[in-house]
């Protein structure tokens, strides 16, 4: 039986309470990035994964690690670098010479959250081991096929600055990832707020654990009632036709600069990721601004720009500005 959106917005409201003690322990380690924090949510809580691009010292690391430690979720950080091996991430059979047999020794993918630390540093035998995971949410050691871990988020980070020793991710891989998130420098009081509470003591707080992954399953059971009108199925549809196809919606001058559009992904997380947006702002209903609010960071990564925009020095934010500004809204 569906609910109806009052009765939807009345449990919404009673769960949001919850989210709310979560977003105040992460505020005691990490002080703004507001955005990447409400994106982290949105991954575990819209059972995606998040791609974060920044320069280094930008609390990604430290975000990722007080979401673990609100929820009480097993946590794994994992460094990429040009040697690892996809044993290295998924795990691996161990001999044993006293009786012949092998047991499996599991890596570090057998986690809630896992931080993939500079994932573009590896190569792509490695890459494609967890992003495998992350599709399939299960891996293969040997002959054996384990189930990962539920709740399953990664959050892999990679460094726009520095190119050299670097394996950038397939466009094909990097479509499996729901958002990616552009990070940016703290404003200049989020600076001094920083260095005051991390240069002494009292930047060593404890995060209380107020969520269990058992919880977040049943907060997805939530969110999944959340209502999405029928014109916004034709909104969100509109709106990754337009990466397509510019000219059918009076943006023929894109037609040149967009070489690939993005794929049903984009849509099915775009609606997704909506609905948790709606959740996290004490809705049980979702609205054309919130589509608005997350659909950058979903088609980010999926709308590949042509040559002649990197001639005219247009990125994908750019070109989604203008199909964003020209599709009608419902």
Request: proline share 5%; charged share 25%.
């Amino acid at each position: 039986m569906s609910l109806s959106v009052q009765q939807v917005t009345e449990k919404v409201n009673k769960e949001y309470p919850i989210i709310a003690q979560v977003l105040d322990e992460i505020g005691k380690k990490v002080v703004g990035q507001r955005t990447m924090v409400e994106r982290l949510l949105i991954g575990i809580l819209g059972d995606g994964h998040i791609l974060v691009e920044g320069v280094p010292g930008l609390a990604k690391t430290t975000a990722v690690k007080a979401l673990a430690e609100a929820v009480d979720a097993n946590f794994s950080r994992i460094q990429f670098t040009p040697d690892l091996l996809p044993a290295d991430l998924v795990g691996t059979q161990i001999y044993s010479p006293r009786d012949g047999s092998f047991s499996v020794k599991r890596g570090p993918l057998f986690a809630n959250i896992i931080l993939a630390d500079e994932i573009n540093r590896a190569p792509a035998k490695v890459q494609s081991a967890l992003l495998e995971a992350m599709q399939e949410k299960q891996v293969t050691i040997g002959d054996q096929t384990f189930i990962l871990p539920a709740p399953f988020l990664v959050m892999a980070t990679q460094n726009p600055i520095e190119q050299e020793g670097t394996y950038p991710l397939p466009e094909a891989q990097v479509d499996r990832f729901m958002l990616k998130v552009k990070i940016s420098y703290p404003s200049k009081e989020e600076e001094i707020q920083i260095t005051r509470k991390m240069s002494s003591e009292a930047g060593k707080v404890e995060i209380k654990k107020v969520l269990t992954p058992e919880r977040i399953m049943e907060l997805r059971n939530v969110i999944d009632q959340i209502f999405v009108d029928e014109k916004l199925y034709g909104y969100v549809t509109d709106l990754v036709f337009a990466t397509r196809n510019p000219e059918h919606y009076g943006l023929k001058e894109l037609r040149t600069l967009i070489e690939y559009g993005a794929s049903p992904r984009a849509s099915i997380n775009l609606v997704k990721a909506s609905k948790v947006y709606a959740f996290l702002h004490g809705r049980g209903y979702v609205t054309p601004q919130d589509i608005k609010s997350i659909a950058y960071d979903v088609f980010r990564h999926r709308v590949i720009v042509s040559y002649e925009a990197e001639a005219q020095d247009l990125n994908s934010d750019d070109l989604l500005k203008k199909i964003f500004d020209r599709v009608d809204v419902p």
